[in-house]
């Protein structure tokens, strides 16, 4: 089994990683996005990268980019990437915007404790339907609170 660690390095290549496998966002995140990559320590390939951006207050947006394999999301993987949010960054709330007909994206949030929040209608292109999905910190399961 590969050790898996976190990085942060060579952002750029890490954005345009995740932007490849985002269809729905394009290729150019937003200015002053951020990734957190999944990265086999043995080999140097990229498992998943977390994008963070719309950051306004303790509140920013969130996406989530696999090499289409599950073992990259351990609790250790998981619990770094979500205390990255809501501890080193100070976030209280994430929030996640997918094409509603992407169940893999659905599964995965239901999988980490988001919570659907609702629907945008004609969103992005004017065409599809999108879902929203948030998660605040005092919900997270994959970090402890302070004092514990």
């Known amino acids: 089994m590969p050790k898996l660690i976190l990085s942060r390095t060579q952002q750029d290549v890490q954005l345009a990683w995740a ?23 043995d080999t140097g390939k990229i498992r998943a990268v977390m994008v963070i951006n719309g950051f306004i207050e303790d509140f920013a947006s969130v996406h989530f980019a696999s090499d289409g394999g599950k073992t990259w999301a351990s609790r250790d993987i998981l619990a770094g990437l979500f205390g990255y949010l809501f501890v080193f960054k100070g ?20 999988a980490l ?4 929040e609702g629907q945008i209608r004609k969103s992005q292109d004017g065409r599809k339907q999108s879902t929203v999905a948030t998660m605040f910190a005092s919900e997270c399961r994959w970090i402890s609170p302070e004092g514990e």
């Open 19 to 41: 932007a490849a496998r985002c269809n729905d966002e394009g290729a150019d995140w937003s200015p002053g996005s951020e990734a957190v990559a999944v990265v086999d320590s």
């Open 91 to 110: 976030l209280n709330r994430v929030i996640s915007i997918t094409d509603s007909t992407n169940t893999s994206v659905l599964k995965l949030w239901i």
């Open 113 to 116: 404790g988001f919570r659907i």
